[in-house]
Each structure stands twice: as structure tokens, then as C-alpha cells.
């Protein structure tokens, strides 16, 4: 970390931007298989919310690695910084009363928490939702072609297949997506956003 640096406190208070912009800011954090249906739930959540009139703003894995992360792979070391500094990024965005949804594999429990720590610091919500469905079906969906080449070897280091996957075992919210379609997981996720009440509709 460099030195001689000094944070620069603004003049309004997260309680404050909260209260002028009529919404809290908070971090969905969708975390599942590849295939399992994260991407598909976010967009759909995203458009509902703004559809709600609230400030909503998707990070989506593969569109995050065209840009900010476009300098890292898959290694383990890789994959931890990548959630590094989608953690960071969406504390900012929290911090600014923005509802963001991530939407990253993020298979290391130990990232997943370091992620919930940065928000929890600063009392910001993260919610922690489990994207959920089979190995088999994920597999069959196989929408990139991405679990062929995984089992063929031609791509190294793939979660599910040649890489861990650490379940999450608390999460705020658990969808199965081999029994729930996109619908209802959006309703699902929004349910609890109002019952916990961090939605106001």
C-alpha cells in the first residue's frame, strides 16, 4: 500500500445520501457454478429494480475482465484478486446508496468473506446469494461450451470440473435454479431485500 496518503473524508454522510436519494445502498452478492444462473438472475433483478424507480447497477464477471481486471486470469492467486477489487468497487457503490449486484463465481469462501468484511466495516449490507443448481445440469445447460472444453482439458484450472467450488454455508439467500426459473428468483431476492427491510416498494 503506498504511503504518505491521508483518506479525504467528504461533507455527506452515507446516512445522509441515503436519506436525499430515498434508497440504501447495499451489495447482492450472487455467487454460484458457471451456468448456474447468476448473469440471467442479476440482469432481471437489475431491470426490476429500476423499474422500482431505485438506483441499481449490475458488476458482472465476464464484463468486469474486458475492463477494470482485464490483466488477470484464473490462477488461485488471480481469482482472489479479482474479488479483491470487485469487493472494493462495491463498497464505493454502496457507499453511494447504489443497489449493487455482482454476479462472479467467486468459488473461495475466504474471498466471499473478505468481501463481506469490507462492507461490514464500514456498515454497509452485503447479502450473500447462492446461485445453486447441480454439477449435472449446469453441465447439460453448458450455454459458452465452457464444462466440454473443461472435461476435454482444454481449459486448466475450471471450477466444478478441475477446480474447487466452496459452497457457501450461511448465505442470506439460497436459490435453487433447477427448481425456481428466473421469476421467481427475482421475486425471491426482492422478498427478502423488503422483509429485512432494505427495499422500501
Do not use: C
Request: cysteine-free.
Amino acid at each position: 500500500m503506498a504511503t504518505n496518503i491521508t483518506f479525504h473524508e467528504g461533507a455527506v454522510s452515507t446516512e445522509e445520501r441515503s436519506q436525499l436519494l430515498g434508497q440504501k445502498g447495499l451489495t447482492i452478492w450472487l455467487t454460484g457454478l458457471s451456468a448456474s444462473g447468476k448473469s440471467t438472475i442479476a440482469t432481471a433483478l437489475e431491470q426490476h429494480l429500476l423499474h422500482l424507480h431505485k438506483a441499481a447497477y449490475r458488476l458482472d464477471g465476464d464484463n468486469i475482465r474486458f475492463g477494470l481486471n482485464k490483466d488477470l486470469g484464473f490462477s488461485e492467486k488471480d481469482r482472489e484478486e479479482n474479488i479483491r477489487r470487485i469487493g472494493e468497487v462495491s463498497k464505493l457503490f454502496a457507499h453511494a446508496s447504489i443497489i449493487t449486484l455482482t454476479s462472479f463465481i467467486s468459488p473461495y469462501k475466504k474471498d466471499r468473506d473478505f468481501a463481506r468484511a469490507l462492507h461490514d466495516k464500514e456498515g454497509l449490507p452485503f447479502v450473500e446469494v447462492y446461485v445453486d443448481a447441480p454439477l449435472e445440469v449446469v453441465e447439460k445447460r453448458d450455454p459458452k461450451g465452457l464444462y466440454a472444453k473443461a472435461r476435454k482439458g482444454e481449459i486448466k484450472e475450471f471450477t466444478g470440473i478441475s477446480a474447487p467450488y466452496e459452497a457457501p454455508s450461511a448465505p442470506e439467500v439460497h436459490i435453487r435454479t433447477d427448481q425456481h426459473n428466473v421469476e421467481e428468483s427475482v421475486r425471491i431476492i426482492t422478498q427478502y431485500l423488503v422483509e429485512k427491510g432494505l427495499l422500501a416498494v
